[in-house]
Each structure stands twice: as C-alpha cells, then as structure tokens.
C-alpha cells in the first residue's frame, strides 16, 4: 500500500503473506480477546488453503510459524497438520540438497532476516516432536551465529549492500536491526529447546548490538523514545528510523526482559538498564 493508502500490487508477496498469516496464527492463540481471535481465525483458514504452492523458504519458514501458533489452539486440524508436516519437509530437504560441512544453509546466499529459517524449523520441530527437524533448525542456527560475527566478536549481521553469496565476500554493511532481533529470536528459542547457556549468549551478543556493541561502537537506539535507526553503515548510522528498525528493538527489548525474568543467568547491569527504558516506554 502507498502513502496515499492505495494498493500498488496485485498481490502481496510470499513473504509478507507468510508473516500476516504468522501474526494470524500469534493472535488466535495469544490473545484474550474472543472477538478479535474469531476474526483472526476466520482470515487463517481461508488464507491458508491457499499458501501450499509457496516457493519462497522464508515464507514456508513464516507459514509453520503461524501454523505452530494455530494448532496451540486447535491441535486436531488435520488439514492444517498436513501442512505443517509438508512445509517442515520441504525446509529439511532443502537443507539436506544445498549444504556442505563448510556451508551449513538452505540457500547458497545470507539475505535477509535468515535466522527465521532456522527458527521456524526450531519451533515446529520442538512443539510436534520431530528431532531431525529441530537438530537442522539447532545446526544450521549455530552455523549462522558463527558466520554473523566479525574479527573482534562482535555481532555483525550480513550486510543489505551485496549480501553474502557461496564462494563470494560477504558484505559486512549496511547491517540491519531486523537481522538482530531475528538472530536473538532464533538463539532464546533454541536456548528453550537445548538449555545450552551458548544460546543465551548468542542472543545477548544479538541485543547488544543495539545498544553500540558493534564494530562501529555505535548505539542505534535513542532511548528517551525507544526508536531505532535503520542500519549501521560502514562509518555511520542510517539517519532514518523506520517501523520495522524501531518494532525489531522493542521486540527484542521486550524478549530479553521476559527471559531474564525466568532465566537469571542471561541477567546483567545492562538488562536492568533496558527494563527501566522498557517501562518508561511503555507509559
């Protein structure tokens, strides 16, 4: 939709429909209001019949987030089970035709917000028992932890200027928050499937990113308004503050402030800090 709040495609892509169903599928099975998670439902079922001849990875990736969502509320659809069998097959057979011991992926290219890939297999293996699905979700994760960190060790998300392509540079900006937040999504839910303390530090090393640990040593985040700037180039940051850049932070503070609240070893001065920012924020 343009500014003028005109519709400028046809149809969305496979992506976005993949995230709408997504927050479809978080809204039936997390809200409390009735009327709003009939609505949603109502959208879900319909919209859903229609996603199986996706070719996009991230949208299958999307689609079992949103269908792992659903089936917490309605565990006996069998139709939606189907394709929660089928689209996690395709996510693991796809890993097991394009990855090598030294390319542990499911494409030959790092795009954009890839750690998805390996947390909608992460969270589908890990709710409906299917190991193979959750060790290729864990491994392919790790791999992509290792690949996102730069000489120093620092967080440093594949870059938007040319991405990274198999025996190709990768390009180390302009690095992008949403990159941050998918990774330290993708690193707390591996931690709540493995208990490996690695994850929790792989998703603090994501969050602070933000904050200025970063090859640049500069904070992102304003924090007397919670906005986000959009990247972090090679000797600045974007001056711009988009929905997304802002929404992947407080998404992420919001993450880190309810596992720390059960998790005391991912606790720090830092955390607090940000809970404090949090609730000025959210008043």
């Known amino acids: 939709m343009s500014y003028e709040k005109k519709w400028i495609e046809e149809k969305g892509s496979e992506d976005s429909n993949g995230r709408a169903l997504w927050?479809?599928?978080?809204?039936?099975?997390?809200?409390?209001?009735?009327?709003?998670?009939?609505?949603?439902?109502?959208?879900?079922?319909?919209?859903?019949?229609?996603?199986?001849?996706?070719?996009?990875?991230?949208?299958?990736?999307?689609?079992?987030?949103?269908?792992?969502e659903y089936l917490s509320k309605f565990s006996g659809d069998r139709f939606v089970n189907q394709l929660r069998d089928e689209f996690e097959k395709r996510l693991v057979n796809?890993?097991?035709?394009?990855?090598?011991?030294?390319?542990?992926?499911?494409?030959?290219?790092?795009?954009?917000?890839?750690?998805?890939?390996?947390?909608?297999?992460?969270?589908?293996?890990?709710?409906?028992?299917?190991?193979e699905a959750l060790s290729i979700g864990l491994e392919s994760l790790r791999w992509l932890c290792d690949v996102q960190k730069s000489a120093s060790g620092n967080f440093a998300p594949i870059g938007n200027d040319g991405f990274y392509h198999r025996g190709q540079k990768r390009a180390w900006y302009d690095q992008q928050p949403i990159e941050a937040f998918s990774t330290m999504a993708a690193s707390l839910k591996a931690y709540e499937a493995t208990k490996d303390n690695v994850w929790l530090k792989e998703a603090r090393l994501a969050f602070e990113w933000f904050l200025g640990r970063n090859d640049n040593q500069i904070a992102l985040v304003e924090h007397n308004t919670g906005a986000c700037r959009d990247g972090l180039h090679i000797d600045r940051v974007n001056s711009n503050m988009g929905a997304e850049s802002t929404l992947s932070y407080l998404l992420s503070l919001t993450l880190m402030h309810l596992y720390s609240e059960s998790n005391t070893s991912i606790e720090t001065e830092t955390d607090k800090s940000e809970k404090e920012k949090l609730t000025l924020i959210v008043n």
């Open 94 to 131: 796809l890993f097991k035709t394009v990855s090598s011991n030294d390319w542990k992926w499911f494409e030959n290219y790092l795009t954009y917000s890839n750690a998805k890939l390996s947390l909608g297999l992460i969270t589908s293996g890990m709710n409906f028992g299917n190991q």
């Open 23 to 68: 927050a479809l599928g978080t809204i039936i099975n997390r809200s409390k209001n009735q009327q709003l998670q009939n609505w949603a439902a109502d959208i879900f079922i319909r919209a859903i019949a229609n996603l199986e001849n996706y070719t996009s990875p991230r949208a299958w990736a999307f689609i079992l987030l949103g269908i792992t």
